[in-house]
């Protein structure tokens, strides 16, 4: 059997708010179709759209998503100050600008994106494309968005390995350990050791670089803006006034500068807190309003570890100088151990699957950047996640806003609390390991009920009024 290879740089992608399933995924599979596709003979196109990706899809940004991959636009690049120009432009003229304006396909959003309500059998995110041709032939292609971006095309072959193999294959905690025991390394080197066997250091370092670049402007420019959420629930943004609250009287010129002089404010643990969650809210009303943020390991969870890495390098004395990427390889490891034994997609596991993934992510960061040993990382992200067992999705109107946006608060939060917990305890003694929690966290995910999977039919999304504002 092939062991499924991801590296850190699937887990963290950059992308485009609200949502890594509903937007990123279906945009990825616009893409995907297109290349399926001869542009020159396509005279139609529809889409469906099925279980999760349409009860949540209108809120989650499913169909924006759908229209932006369409048309050629990349989710890396995109002037994201645009999106909405673009969507009002075909709203108004129903034409498609395919694949960067080289065809034109007349396209009525309202008509031929079709929202439908039964679920396709192999996962909740389905999605098919159809296409019809001039000679009257057509094509049908469907994809699953399987979470955190990740797209697999129904009777793809999956039996083909690209990459080249890994030399520490991992998919479990038990793979990890065994060869911390057998090589005397730790959790870092063998994701790094792995990650080189498909880039040189010095791509490493750049796709680093790129994403902490993406992750703190993201942070900052969700601290700097005000103003109401799109989509309806007029939920304000909170972000701003908790920065200006925070920062004072003190200047800056810029994101680096203003990273400076957070590290020279009071470190009270009241003060940290707050600077926490303002990191975490500020990603997420950001990515509320499609604006760029890291996949982390998906949108709705995408505060957590950019609060998490600020909070180390502004307020932990002690770390190792090359302190982002040993977080973010280390947290980038713990992802696909969940993707792999349970599930990173909410629509198949919950909120337990987002944010609590990314606590559990942010916590083997934080806690190997502190200097905890191996154990003490794995140990960190299974108390994280222990509880954020059973946490539902429930997402107010289908908007990644009420409880996503504060949710990340708490992922971070708890994040930082396990890797307390975990360096200030003995591990070998730990009664629950990585792998066990994982485990419980499937079988949980399978007895949950559907209402609570990123369906909007249960819990706060059926017993908020929408006219309540945010609380
Ligand atoms: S409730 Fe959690 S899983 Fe659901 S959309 Fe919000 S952040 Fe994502």
């Not at 390995?161 to 730790?186: G, H, W």
């Not at 990650?195 to 900052?220: G, H, N, P, Q």
């Not at 990427?325 to 151990?337: H, S, V």
């Amino acid at each position: 059997m092939i062991m499924e290879q991801i590296s850190v740089f699937d887990i963290f992608k950059i992308g485009v708010g609200p949502s890594s399933s509903h937007t990123m995924g279906p945009w990825v599979a616009a893409q995907l179709f297109l290349k399926e596709v001869e542009l020159d003979k396509l005279t139609s196109l529809k889409v469906d759209l099925y279980g999760s990706l349409s009860k949540t899809g209108k809120g989650h940004g499913t169909d924006t998503a759908i229209i932006l991959g369409l048309e050629g636009h990349d989710p890396k690049s995109i002037d994201v100050s645009k999106i909405n120009d673009y969507i009002l432009n075909i709203n108004n003229e129903k034409k498609l600008l395919l694949d960067n304006g080289s065809h034109i396909l007349d396209f009525d959003p309202k008509e031929d994106i079709i929202f439908n309500k039964e679920k396709l059998p192999f996962h909740p995110n389905g999605l098919t494309f159809t296409g019809f041709f001039i000679d009257g032939s057509s094509i049908e292609e469907t994809y699953y968005s399987i979470g955190g971006g990740f797209v697999i095309q129904e009777n793809a072959d999956k039996s083909v390995q690209e990459q080249k193999p890994f030399p520490y294959p991992i998919s479990s905690e038990a793979d990890i350990l065994k060869y911390i025991k057998e090589n005397d390394m730790n959790v870092y080197d063998i994701v790094h050791l792995n990650e080189l066997a498909w880039r040189t250091e010095e791509e490493i370092d750049d796709k680093i670089s790129e994403l902490w670049l993406t992750m703190k402007e993201c942070v900052f420019r969700g601290c700097h803006r005000e103003g109401i959420l799109p989509g309806g629930l007029n939920v304000n943004r909170r972000a701003y006034k908790m920065n200006s609250n925070l920062i004072g009287e003190i200047k800056y010129t810029n994101v680096d500068d203003w990273i400076t002089k957070i590290k020279e404010c009071n470190h009270s643990f009241s003060n940290v807190t707050k600077w926490v969650s303002c990191f975490a809210i500020a990603v997420n009303e950001e990515n509320a309003s499609f604006g760029r943020v890291v996949t982390a390991p998906t949108n709705g969870a995408a505060g957590v570890i950019p609060a998490v890495l600020l909070y180390l390098l502004c307020f932990c004395d002690e770390q190792p100088k090359s302190a982002i990427k040993e977080f973010i390889l280390t947290a980038g490891e713990i992802g696909p151990l969940f993707k792999k034994g349970s599930t990173i997609s909410a629509a198949l596991g919950g909120c337990q699957a987002e944010i609590g993934v990314s606590s559990a992510m942010a916590a083997a960061g934080l806690t190997h950047c502190l200097g905890g040993n191996s154990k003490q990382v794995l140990q960190a992200a299974e108390i994280a996640m222990e509880h954020h067992l059973g946490l539902t999705c429930d997402p107010i109107m289908g908007l990644v806003q009420i409880p996503c946006i504060e949710r990340n608060t708490m992922g971070a939060m708890k994040a930082i609390t396990a890797s307390q917990i975990a360096l200030s305890g003995n591990p070998e003694i730990a009664k629950v390991s990585l792998d066990q929690v994982i485990k419980t966290m499937k079988e949980t995910a399978l007895e949950m009920s559907d209402k609570f999977k990123e369906t909007s039919e249960g819990g706060l999304a059926v017993n908020i009024s929408v006219a309540v504002p945010e609380c």
